[in-house]
């Protein structure tokens, strides 16, 4: 079984490469829909990823949300659908995230990687006084 790596083109955002490129911090704005792949991992697992396009400090990217990032995603951008939260390619198009670079364990070694923290805008309304995120 050959191994595959999943490419949309264009640098990955990492937690190395927000280390190296000074990135913690900052705030992404995601420009498209991205790309679903299939790939099969190292330990020759079938896998499916989104590749979604981001930008941030002039420079394109592209950022594959992990499991955790993925429920946050959900949580902050998705919708019920039949008593169920999901999220769909459609509702990420121009949200904005923090990038967060964090130590994980990963196959036994403490590593740097993402978590991202949505950035939610808040409209409050003159008559009730309530806040909407938008």
């Not at 990492?14 to 913690?24: F, S, V, Y």
């Not at 896998?47 to 949580?75: C, Q, R």
């Not at 939260?85 to 967060?100: A, C, H, R, S, T």
């Amino acid at each position: 079984m050959s191994f595959i790596v999943p490419s949309a083109g264009g640098k990955f955002l990492n937690g190395k490469t927000a280390m190296e490129m000074k990135l913690n911090g900052q705030i992404a704005t995601i420009t498209g829909k991205g790309e679903i792949k299939d790939f099969v991992n190292p330990e020759g697992k079938n896998k499916t990823v989104w590749n979604i396009p981001i930008a941030l400090k002039d420079i394109d990217m592209i950022f594959t949300p992990n499991t955790t990032n993925m429920k946050i995603m959900t949580e902050a951008w998705g919708k019920v659908v039949n008593g169920e939260k999901g999220i769909e390619q459609d509702d990420v198009v121009g949200k904005q995230f923090k990038i967060n670079v964090v130590k994980v364990n990963f196959r036994g070694n403490m590593v740097d990687s993402i978590q991202i923290e949505p950035v939610i805008n808040e409209v409050k309304t003159e008559k009730i006084g309530q806040s909407i995120k938008i």
